[in-house]
């Protein structure tokens, strides 16, 4: 059997590979929030008789003074746009209408909403509190069915740490690639803390089981039995996940892009971080454990 908990220390400095670059990023640059989050416009349209990319209606839009924060192409919809900004005055879209008809361009509006700060404030407050309750909840969960709170916390921190590397890649793009954070992409933090977690219960439930049957064997031991029979089907189950997450992220369109991309990290960073986060987590735990009842 390979003794995949011998190097317990090394998947911990391969985690911080990662983590580090990502909590500098958040510190010194953070993430750039939608107009969902800080207030503005969300403006959807048709462009008929011309054809148009983004990059140019965004270019048209700056023109006519429209502080443009993202234009996104609608998914399914060849001539249809989200143009995003902050507070857009009636008389300045208009100008920009009139420059897409100057380019030979007919537009149809599909909706055009304004977010108050207020509203975006509240949502940032939601969210956090969201993913504050659902890391409570299910540390509690897994601290009880498995009858010991260090199964529970070790599990919310290898959850943190697949929370912590999305957001810091996006905190890359948005400082490169001008990428924002909305709606879409909190849903996909949400679920990647699920994703994390049961990957992770499915790693514990066959310690559990080893406790039971493999008597004899140290509780490194027994973690590594765990890890052993489990890693297969992990990655298996994790790579048909992958694949599809691929495929969107290609061909899916702009409108879900960022969307895809952040589960696709989630997923990559939770089948690692279950086996090679969560468990040495528990090694440590557990040795700790044993160090204070001798001493």
């Known amino acids: 059997m390979i003794r995949f908990m011998r190097f317990k220390y090394f998947y911990f400095i391969f985690s911080g590979i990662f983590l580090i670059p990502s909590i500098l990023s958040l510190i010194f640059w953070g993430l750039k929030p939608s107009v969902e989050f800080t207030g503005g416009t969300d403006a959807a349209f048709e462009i008929r008789n011309a054809k148009f990319e983004t990059e140019r209606i965004a270019t048209t839009a700056k023109e006519v003074g429209i502080e443009v924060s993202a234009v996104n192409a609608i998914s399914g919809n060849p001539n249809g746009f989200i143009l995003k900004s902050k507070e857009i005055p009636q008389e300045k879209y208009i100008q920009f209408q009139s420059k897409i008809k100057e380019a030979g361009g007919e537009v149809k509006e599909l909706y055009f ?58 905190s890359m793009l948005s400082y490169i690639l001008n990428v924002e954070v909305d709606l879409l992409f909190v849903t996909a933090v949400l679920t990647i803390l699920s994703f994390s977690v049961h990957d992770t219960v499915v790693v514990y439930d066959r310690i559990r089981e080893s406790v039971r049957t493999a008597k004899g064997l140290s509780f490194e031991d027994l973690v590594n039995k765990a890890v052993g029979e489990t890693l297969s089907r992990s990655i298996n189950n994790s790579m048909t996940i ?42 440590v735990w557990e040795k700790l454990i044993t160090k204070r009842a001798k001493a």
């Open 113 to 170: 909403e304004f977010v108050g700060p207020v509203i975006g404030k509240e949502l940032v407050e939601k969210t956090i509190i969201a993913i504050l309750i659902a890391s409570f909840f299910i540390m509690i969960y897994v601290a009880r069915q498995f009858k010991d709170k260090m199964y529970g916390v070790c599990a919310v921190i290898a959850m943190f740490h697949d929370t912590i590397i999305v957001l810091g890649v996006f």
């Open 242 to 283: 992958i694949f599809m997450l691929l495929s969107l992220f290609l061909l899916g369109g702009e409108t879900i892009r960022w969307f895809v991309l952040a589960l696709l990290i989630g997923t990559i960073s939770g089948t690692y971080s279950s086996t090679f986060t969560a468990s040495p987590l528990l090694i």
